[in-house]
Each structure stands twice: as structure tokens, then as C-alpha cells.
């Protein structure tokens, strides 16, 4: 795979830190595969929880991103700057994966679903912090003009990654059933925080580069909205980030409807209304939009480069609304990798998209830290609501062709 900075004419340490930056998007995703890919097994299969519980491991972590993300920056600030802060969020989450393995071997035990649901839930609310920190640090090193294709690159390569040991841990999964014990999981888990590690350490190698304030006036709607959550609320439909955080907002609450329900519907047993793959066809179908993203990222990011970010979020929603009528209406698994496959196209588009609307948000990287812990606000409220609403209703909806997984997924 090119490297995307390998032509470009900037300086060493700019080169140093796109290196880095790329180096450490291909060794994290280990840690991002078995968070996204693992926890629900753990819970639902092998500590045996409860349905609505699935919706709380992704409900609470929303409520405490609505509630702390306005304080973001401040806590930036505390913990010495954006570089500094996010290392410290890396630590912590490298110590609440290692602290899965006691809810994993207490099975049984009244306490073992309550602490993995606390645990999973402090670890998504790192993200408060480590989200924000990450942008306004990263995004000082990442030059405008190539912003969509950096960002493209160091996801395509991201992708490749977590598809190598999505396999590794569907193997894993194959060799020791969730069901059987709990050596497979625990070496799911050892793997994710050695990929964290790696992570760590390419992080401590990218430098904090304080770029020069831009001279270019910004209107005043737009200097409001980073003064505050109220001023930028009270420009949400007036600025740039703010009609763009609506957007993204709205779709996400949406998404949120059906989406904790996701892995459990694919493993859940037919009887149960579920599709009650095995682990190889599970991870086959979760990460087929991740096979797409490795193909379609670097397309979109050229086409946000040349065309701009607003044309591609606006084609690519078109896309999205289609996504969730096949997955109620079949249980057709070549239909679905299709319909994933497509889900990689167009949410590929949009996440690179709104990623480059952030890294342009604001000309200062504290005030673009800022602007991401307010969009982080707006976006976690929406889906907190949509969560919120498909945890209540999950178990009262009437099933559509004997599921009422179905149902949500069309209300969603």
C-alpha cells in the first residue's frame, strides 16, 4: 500500500508524525475488534445476560458523553494539554481490558455482569476525552489540503488490520467456544491490550506541533460557535459544524434504534428470533462493510478532496436510508453481505467526510478540541435517545416474520 505522505513536500517532523500516525492506525485495531465484535458474546453468551443489558452497554457510555463532553476541554486542559491527555486515556483503557478477565472467570456469580457492564462502560467513556484530545493533536500535523486522503489512507489501513484479526479471533472463537470456557475470550482480550500497547508506544512518537494561527478572518456565527456549549447551540443551524452536527446527529440517533442489537440478533438461536450463525459466518458478516471500507476509502477520500466534504455526506445519506429495510425484511446471509458491503461504501464516505469537517472546524487546535467535545454532545444525545428507545422497545414491538429484531430494524 503507498504510503499517501511519501511525496509530499513537508518537513521532517510533519513526515515523522503522519508516520506514526499511520503506523498506529494499523496495530490498534485489534483492541477496536474485540470491543466491537466480543463484548456482547461475553455478556450475552457467556455470563448469560439479560437482552435489555446489550442496550446498557452502549446506553450508559452515551449518557456520560452528554453529560462530561461540555466539560471536555477543561479536562484536556487538567491533564496538561491534547498529547498528554490522550496517553492517559490509552493507559486507561489499557487497564480496563485487563480487568475483564475476573467478570470473564466468574461465571455464575452475582457480581460478574454488573462489573463487565461497568467496565465496558468506563472504557467507551475514555472516549470523552481521548476523542477530542486525539483531533485537536493529530489534526495539527495533518496538512489541510491533503486532510481527505490522509484520512482515507490511515482508515483503509486500519481496516486491513482489524480484518486480519477479526479472522484471528474468529479462529480463536472456533477453537475455543465462548460457550465451553473462558480461555478463548481471555486470549481475545490478552491480544486487544497488546494491541493498545503498540498503540501507546506509536502515539509517544508523534510530535505536538503548534501550528501558526490563521490570518484568514472567520465570520462571526462561526467564532461564536466555539465560545461555549450556549453559543454553539445557539448556532447549530447556522455554521458549518453546527448543520453538519445536526445531520450526523439524526442519522446516528437513528442508527442507535437497532444497532446494540446487531451481533445479538446474528447469535441469537432462530428459535429466539436470531440468525444463530456460527463464529466464522458472525464475523464473516460484521466485518464485510470493513472489507468495503479497505476497498472504497481511498476513492473517498479523493472525492472529499476534489469535490468537498458537504457533496459526499449529502450522497452518501441517501445511501444510508436503505441500509435497514434488507436486514428486516431477509435472513438471506448472501443478501446481507451485500447490503454490508454497500454499508461500507456509503458510511466509509460519510466518516470521512465529517472527519475532515472536524479537522477544519477551527483554526486553533484548543478550539477545535472544544468544537469536537460540543459535536460529541449533540451526537451522543441523539444517540443516547435512539438507544434509549430501542432498549425499551425491543422486547414489546410485535415480531415481524417471528422476530422482533426485525421490527426494530425497520422502525430504526
Request: charged letters at 10%; hydrophobic letters at 55%.
Given at each position: 500500500?503507498?504510503?499517501?505522505?511519501?511525496?509530499?513536500?513537508?518537513?521532517?517532523?510533519?513526515?515523522?508524525?503522519?508516520?506514526?500516525?499511520?503506523?498506529?492506525?494499523?496495530?490498534?485495531?485489534?483492541?477496536?475488534?474485540?470491543?466491537?465484535?466480543?463484548?456482547?458474546?461475553?455478556?450475552?453468551?457467556?455470563?448469560?445476560?439479560?437482552?435489555?443489558?446489550?442496550?446498557?452497554?452502549?446506553?450508559?457510555?452515551?449518557?456520560?458523553f452528554i453529560?462530561?463532553?461540555?466539560?471536555?476541554?477543561?479536562?484536556?486542559?487538567?491533564?496538561?494539554?491534547n498529547?498528554?491527555?490522550?496517553?492517559?486515556?490509552?493507559?486507561?483503557?489499557?487497564?480496563?481490558?485487563?480487568?475483564?478477565?475476573?467478570?470473564?472467570?466468574?461465571?455464575?456469580?452475582?457480581?460478574?455482569?454488573?462489573?463487565?457492564?461497568?467496565?465496558?462502560?468506563?472504557?467507551?467513556?475514555?472516549?470523552?476525552?481521548?476523542?477530542?484530545?486525539?483531533?485537536?493533536?493529530?489534526?495539527?500535523f495533518?496538512?489541510?489540503?491533503v486532510?481527505?486522503?490522509?484520512?482515507?489512507?490511515?482508515?483503509?489501513?486500519?481496516?486491513?488490520?482489524?480484518?486480519?484479526?477479526?479472522?484471528?479471533?474468529?479462529?480463536?472463537?472456533?477453537?475455543?467456544?465462548?460457550?465451553?470456557?473462558?480461555?478463548?475470550?481471555?486470549?481475545?482480550i490478552?491480544?486487544?491490550?497488546?494491541?493498545?500497547?503498540?498503540?501507546?508506544?506509536?502515539?509517544?512518537?508523534?510530535?505536538?506541533?503548534?501550528?501558526?494561527?490563521?490570518?484568514?478572518?472567520?465570520?462571526?456565527?462561526?467564532?461564536?460557535?466555539a465560545?461555549?456549549?450556549?453559543?454553539f447551540?445557539?448556532?447549530?443551524?447556522?455554521?458549518?459544524?453546527?448543520?453538519?452536527?445536526?445531520?450526523?446527529?439524526?442519522?446516528?440517533?437513528?442508527?442507535?434504534?437497532?444497532?446494540?442489537?446487531?451481533?445479538?440478533?446474528?447469535?441469537?438461536?432462530?428459535?429466539?428470533?436470531?440468525?444463530?450463525?456460527?463464529?466464522?459466518?458472525?464475523?464473516?458478516?460484521?466485518y464485510?462493510?470493513?472489507?468495503?471500507?479497505?476497498?472504497f476509502?481511498?476513492?473517498?477520500?479523493?472525492?472529499?478532496?476534489?469535490?468537498?466534504a458537504?457533496?459526499?455526506?449529502?450522497?452518501?445519506?441517501?445511501?444510508?436510508?436503505?441500509?435497514?429495510?434488507?436486514?428486516?425484511?431477509?435472513?438471506?446471509?448472501?443478501?446481507?453481505?451485500?447490503?454490508?458491503?454497500?454499508?461500507?461504501?456509503?458510511?466509509?464516505?460519510?466518516?470521512?467526510?465529517?472527519?475532515?469537517?472536524?479537522?477544519?472546524?477551527?483554526?486553533?487546535?484548543?478550539?477545535?478540541?472544544?468544537?469536537?467535545?460540543y459535536?460529541?454532545?449533540?451526537?451522543?444525545?441523539?444517540?443516547?435517545?435512539?438507544?434509549?428507545?430501542?432498549?425499551?422497545?425491543?422486547?414489546?414491538?410485535?415480531?415481524?416474520?417471528?422476530?422482533?429484531?426485525?421490527?426494530?430494524?425497520?422502525?430504526?
Amino acid at each position: 500500500m503507498r504510503i499517501p505522505f511519501s511525496r509530499w513536500p513537508h518537513s521532517g517532523p510533519v513526515r515523522r508524525g503522519l508516520y506514526y500516525a499511520m503506523l498506529e492506525g494499523a496495530v490498534v485495531g485489534g483492541m477496536f475488534v474485540c470491543l466491537e465484535a466480543w463484548m456482547v458474546p461475553l455478556v450475552q453468551e457467556r455470563l448469560h445476560a439479560a437482552t435489555f443489558v446489550i442496550g446498557l452497554l452502549t446506553l450508559i457510555p452515551q449518557i456520560g458523553f452528554i453529560l462530561l463532553s461540555p466539560f471536555s476541554s477543561a479536562m484536556i486542559r487538567r491533564l496538561g494539554g491534547n498529547k498528554p491527555a490522550a496517553l492517559t486515556m490509552c493507559w486507561w483503557q489499557v487497564a480496563l481490558l485487563a480487568a475483564l478477565i475476573l467478570p470473564l472467570h466468574g461465571q455464575g456469580q452475582p457480581w460478574a455482569v454488573p462489573l463487565a457492564v461497568a467496565l465496558i462502560c468506563a472504557f467507551g467513556l475514555t472516549g470523552v476525552v481521548a476523542g477530542p484530545a486525539w483531533v485537536g493533536w493529530v489534526s495539527g500535523f495533518v496538512p489541510r489540503p491533503v486532510s481527505g486522503r490522509y484520512q482515507a489512507r490511515r482508515m483503509r489501513l486500519f481496516n486491513v488490520t482489524k480484518l486480519g484479526f477479526a479472522a484471528l479471533f474468529a479462529g480463536i472463537a472456533q477453537w475455543l467456544p465462548v460457550t465451553q470456557g473462558a480461555w478463548g475470550l481471555q486470549l481475545i482480550i490478552a491480544i486487544a491490550v497488546l494491541s493498545r500497547l503498540a498503540s501507546l508506544w506509536c502515539l509517544q512518537q508523534q510530535p505536538v506541533i503548534e501550528r501558526a494561527p490563521s490570518r484568514r478572518p472567520m465570520s462571526s456565527r462561526s467564532a461564536e460557535a466555539a465560545n461555549g456549549l450556549g453559543g454553539f447551540l445557539r448556532t447549530l443551524t447556522t455554521t458549518d459544524i453546527g448543520r453538519w452536527t445536526l445531520v450526523w446527529a439524526s442519522f446516528q440517533g437513528g442508527v442507535m434504534v437497532a444497532g446494540p442489537f446487531f451481533a445479538s440478533y446474528m447469535i441469537a438461536a432462530p428459535a429466539a428470533g436470531g440468525l444463530g450463525l456460527e463464529p466464522f459466518a458472525y464475523s464473516l458478516l460484521l466485518y464485510a462493510s470493513v472489507i468495503s471500507r479497505i476497498l472504497f476509502y481511498p476513492l473517498a477520500g479523493r472525492m472529499v478532496d476534489l469535490f468537498g466534504a458537504r457533496a459526499v455526506m449529502r450522497v452518501s445519506f441517501l445511501g444510508i436510508f436503505l441500509l435497514p429495510v434488507v436486514w428486516a425484511t431477509t435472513t438471506s446471509l448472501p443478501l446481507l453481505l451485500l447490503n454490508e458491503i454497500f454499508a461500507g461504501l456509503v458510511w466509509g464516505c460519510a466518516e470521512i467526510a465529517i472527519g475532515s469537517l472536524l479537522f477544519a472546524s477551527h483554526p486553533d487546535p484548543d478550539r477545535r478540541a472544544e468544537l469536537v467535545g460540543y459535536f460529541n454532545t449533540v451526537s451522543a444525545s441523539c444517540m443516547g435517545l435512539g438507544t434509549l428507545l430501542g432498549t425499551v422497545l425491543i422486547d414489546m414491538v410485535p415480531p415481524i416474520a417471528g422476530s422482533h429484531y426485525h421490527t426494530i430494524f425497520l422502525l430504526s
